[in-house]
């Protein structure tokens, strides 16, 4: 049974962060005209226009994901399989700013390594029949929709060779029987790179077209010997973006060696230059945020700062004291939790940081 979560104080559903954290045919064209890269290499999401082939389904999985392809300037948001006092909605609910819908949460079984999903009663869904075809509704609308792995609450392990197998199994057969077209891993409680990875490159070798994103606390991000940067750096020829967690932090060092407090505009660019210097290419790097005040215990910034922060990035304007050395117009966009907390502000950052995004050069 799905737990219900509070918010993602870190995602606050994540600790103190999420409070308690296809394309085809006449689609598949449509997204290569308007710009939409594949979801693959680092390379590829920099340049490479989507080749807008689905992927055929597998004969046992009817709803087997179709190929994925994002926007050079995305924006994801988390959606809540829980009610937590943020408005409750179905997918098809979630604005059409939301480039990636990251579902939340899968769920740790008893085998280790192991994933399920069930569908919380709290979100309305009469069958996960309805489900699935609000997952196939966004995809044909040119949305990814992906599984989100972990969360305050989620200890899912993968510490070895039988619980990396256990998870790229068990995901595999969650994106078969669901859709999904991959997976985010929002682990808050530990992560073995080495595991992880091996997990995650034997989910790729049978879905090549798998949507990878990350959501690490900012911690987990100050340095590529850092377990999470190692396995972002490790699987960078497939990552899609690493959409760091800038809340529930406090201050942290940017990449000038200062230390910044969270929810101004020089958090936000100097700890994402902590990442675009390390390694991760700019359309490997998102921006993080609440969706509103009550999304988290602190971080939260405005619309106005991220968008902000995103020109300073990409542009080299409407920066804090804090200016990058250089620019990177290929940074990937932003993320918001949750797409229930930014319904619960009227959507604020669907509305004003996700245009902003759409519109960046």
């Known amino acids: 049974m799905v737990r219900a979560r509070s918010g993602r104080a870190a995602h606050p559903g994540r600790p103190a962060r999420h409070a308690a954290r296809a394309l085809a045919g006449l689609a598949a064209a449509a997204l290569t005209t308007a710009g939409l890269v594949a979801a693959g290499t680092a390379g590829a999401a920099e340049a490479a226009p989507a080749s807008g082939t689905a992927k055929a389904p597998a004969a046992h999985a009817p709803t087997a994901a179709h190929a994925a392809a994002v926007p050079k300037h995305a924006v994801t948001g988390y959606w809540q399989n829980f009610d937590n006092g943020a ?187 902590v990442q675009l210097e390390g390694g991760l290419a700019p359309s490997q790097v998102g921006i993080g945020v609440p969706a509103s005040s009550r999304a988290a215990g602190g971080g939260y910034a405005e619309p106005s700062v991220v968008n902000a922060a995103l020109d300073c990035l990409t542009q080299g304007k409407n920066c804090g004291s804090f200016k990058p050395s250089k620019t990177y117009p290929g940074l990937r966009g932003a993320m918001a939790w949750s797409t229930n907390w930014d319904a619960a502000d009227g959507n604020a950052f669907a509305n004003q940081v996700g245009a902003h995004v759409h519109k960046l050069p």
């Open 87 to 273: 408005t409750v909605q179905k997918l098809k609910d979630v604005p059409d700013a939301y480039d990636i819908i990251a579902v939340s949460f899968a769920e740790a079984t008893t085998t280790p390594g192991g994933l399920d999903f069930h569908l919380d009663p709290a979100v309305g869904y009469g069958s996960a029949d309805a489900f699935k075809a609000d997952i196939k509704a966004k995809q044909a609308a040119g949305k990814s929709v992906i599984i989100s792995v972990g969360g305050e609450k989620g200890a899912v392990s993968v510490s070895d060779d039988a619980s990396a197998k256990n998870f790229a199994d068990s995901l595999g057969k969650l994106m078969d029987e669901y859709g999904f077209n991959g997976v985010d891993i929002d682990l808050e409680n530990g992560l073995n790179s080495t595991y992880m990875t091996k997990a995650l490159k034997a989910v790729h070798d049978r879905h090549s077209d798998v949507v990878v994103t990350m959501a690490p606390q900012t911690v987990d991000m100050q340095s590529p010997q850092n377990e999470y940067f190692k396995t972002a750096l490790n699987i960078k020829d497939f990552l899609t973006v690493v959409n760091m967690q800038y809340y529930n932090s406090g201050s942290m060092n940017g990449c000038d060696g200062k230390v910044y407090s969270q929810g101004t505009v020089d958090f936000l660019t100097s700890l994402a230059c």
